[in-house]
């Protein structure tokens, strides 16, 4: 009922499960990984690819942002590493 109130609610949830299939893909490859720590490593990084894709960033320009600017951080807070943070928005669309 609410789809009738609501002009811009969705009728299926077809976008959802669809923004969830490679992290499901990626459990099933998981399932074959040699240690528990190579497979926390893969689904880590799947989860910082698919936080970009939603933000509307490209992934590798993010990853590469991250891993070039993290492990020189000083006082900087974590916050500005964020995707949605306006300067990693500006340096990784």
């Known amino acids: 009922m ?9 009728l299926s949830n077809n ?7 490679s992290l499901v893909m990626g459990r099933k490859n998981l399932l ?6 190579g497979a926390h490593a893969v ?3 799947l989860s910082l690819v698919e936080t970009a894709k939603s933000n509307g960033l490209h992934p590798r320009k993010y990853l590469d942002y991250l891993l070039t ?6 006082n900087t807070p974590l916050e500005a590493y964020l995707p949605w943070n306006p ?5 990784c669309r």
């Not at 976008?15 to 299939?21: D, M, P, Q, V």
């Open 87 to 91: 300067k990693v928005q500006v340096e």
């Open 32 to 37: 074959f990984s040699k240690s528990f720590e």
């Open 43 to 45: 689904a880590t990084i």
């Open 69 to 74: 600017y993290l492990p020189n951080r000083q």
């Open 15 to 21: 976008l959802a499960e669809r923004g969830i299939k």
């Open 2 to 10: 609410n789809v009738l109130k609501d002009g811009r609610l969705v």
